[in-house]
């Protein structure tokens, strides 16, 4: 587990990594890097999860499941959010279903924590979690990722996830997606690209999640306007900063 930067959360904690390219919003994805780079410092749990394809590193299928990293929340003491597998997608394909249940458990041991985890499958996530097993846990929130508007069925399996909290990531958000309801979900993220390569972010894309949010009544949140300098291009729309988190309701 460690601290970071992610201005919605405290913590990561990475019990699996690795993934696969699924679609647009992976073209640039910064856990690729970020696990190509561990790969060369020598950390085994990252060997051979990246190759380098037109000289980038690229997923290569390859799934590590990192049992040590199970007992890691129980020796954080002081209560944190923590993002769950942000070099992963915990309902990847080849993630097994015991062992997500071992990370269930984990985090229903440390309900002092608050877990965030997104997917890009949120189907495989609604099955999965609908199944024996699985309690909805008032401490870990579930979100899906969003990043045009070709995948704004993703919402509508989100819908399906039982969960205390569920929330969408329009990070990043590389095309409009005007026509998606927020209706049963509590709070959303927007966040323009970020690094080599950085894809443009419209601001009517924004406005039109803002206004999607206050009809639902979800909680809004913009992480960053992005692009290859994302520190200089800072935070701010319409004027403020916009920090809302949901409310835990059950």
Request: net charge positive; hydrophobic share 40%.
């Amino acid at each position: 587990m460690a601290d970071t930067s992610i201005e919605w959360t405290d913590a990561t904690w990475n019990p699996v990594a690795g993934c696969t390219i699924m679609s647009a919003g992976c073209t640039n994805c910064y856990a690729m890097r970020m696990a190509a780079r561990l790969e060369a410092m020598g950390v085994e749990k990252y060997a051979g999860l990246t190759r380098k394809t037109g000289g980038r590193a690229k997923w290569t299928g390859a799934i590590s499941l990192d049992q040590k990293a199970l007992t890691i929340p129980s020796t954080w003491k002081a209560p944190r959010n923590v993002f769950v597998n942000s070099m992963s997608d915990l309902f990847h394909p080849d993630v097994p279903v015991d062992f997500i249940r071992k990370i269930w458990g984990a985090m229903a041991g440390t309900r002092r924590h608050t877990y965030q985890i997104l997917t890009k499958r949120p189907d495989r996530m609604a099955e999965i979690l609908s199944g024996a097993g699985f309690a909805i846990l008032p401490n870990v929130w579930l979100g899906t990722s969003v990043e045009d508007g070709r995948v704004l069925y993703r919402l509508d399996e989100l819908r399906q996830v039982p969960a205390a909290v569920r929330f969408v990531s329009y990070e990043p958000l590389i095309g409009s997606v005007h026509g998606g309801k927020l209706d049963g979900i509590q709070w959303a993220i927007v966040g323009g690209e970020s690094g080599p390569g950085a894809r443009y972010m419209d601001p009517i894309w924004i406005d039109e999640i803002f206004d999607q949010c206050t009809r639902a009544g979800a909680a809004f949140f913009f992480k960053q306007w992005g692009g290859k300098n994302k520190k200089a291009a800072g935070r701010a729309y319409r004027g403020r900063t916009w920090d809302d988190m949901p409310e835990v309701r059950l």
